[in-house]
T-cell receptor, first 109, second 115 residues
């Protein structure tokens, strides 16, 4: 079983819609959680950290469910510029992060 | 800006030749990482370093070696390149005091093709 699992998509969503991704992780001892965004042929960039109580950053909301070991990302009022691959990231140990394979999102005009 | 650069950005090499990729950072961060990214596999850790001359293996370390003789430079070497090592290679640094609290910052990547 992979340590971090994501639905690879693609998700094709009309502009202005709300879209949500889930990600499950296997290590119950994990303490740090992130969502990264990766544009085509570019490096991954940190989108947001995920906190236990849930957190928002503009149109983006991240949630953590420790009991079920999943994290989620909600994007409201989606923009064309949101088209990218979204990577779920969980700490494997004190020193290392483990990356999911990513969910590809395309926003359709 | 974390100041992390990778070189070269693109490289084509022949099977069996040695290849060295360089990662350079300007801010004296202790932890540095080398990942490869392939379709269907995502980012996989090759090696990482927690200080000068201190390195450890990741999940896909076979066929790769690393060196860190200075804080700012982390080198990845393919001793004898194979076609299976065709990939995009990313270097990353951990910029936070607590390693995994702040995530990583990535370099722009090196596209390596082994023919």
């Amino acid at each position: 079983r992979k340590e971090v699992e994501q639905d690879p998509g693609p998700f094709n969503v009309p502009e202005g819609a709300t879209v949500a991704f889930n990600c499950t992780y296997s290590n119950s001892a994990s303490q740090s959680f992130f969502w990264y965004r990766q544009d085509c042929r570019k490096e991954p960039k940190l989108l947001m950290s995920v906190y236990s109580s849930g957190n928002e950053d503009g149109r983006f909301t991240a949630q953590l469910n420790r009991a079920s070991q999943y994290i989620s990302l909600l994007i409201r009022d989606s923009k064309l510029s949101d088209s990218a691959t979204y990577l779920c990231v969980v700490n494997e140990s004190y020193e290392k992060l483990t990356f999911g394979t990513g969910t590809r999102l395309t926003i359709i005009p | 800006d974390a100041g992390i650069t990778q070189s070269p950005r693109h490289k084509v090499t022949e099977t069996g030749t040695p290849v060295t990729l360089r990662c350079h950072q300007t801010e004296n961060h202790r932890y540095m990482y080398w990942y490869r990214q392939d379709p269907g596999h995502g980012l996989r850790l090759i090696h990482y370093s927690y200080g000068v001359k201190d390195t450890d293996k990741g999940e896909v370390s076979d066929g790769y070696s690393v060196s860190r003789s200075k804080t700012e430079d982390f080198l990845l070497t393919l001793e004898s390149a194979t076609s299976s090592q065709t990939s995009v290679y990313f270097c990353a640094i951990s910029t936070g005091q607590i390693i995994t609290n702040y995530g990583y910052t990535f370099g722009s990547g090196t596209r390596l093709t082994v023919v």
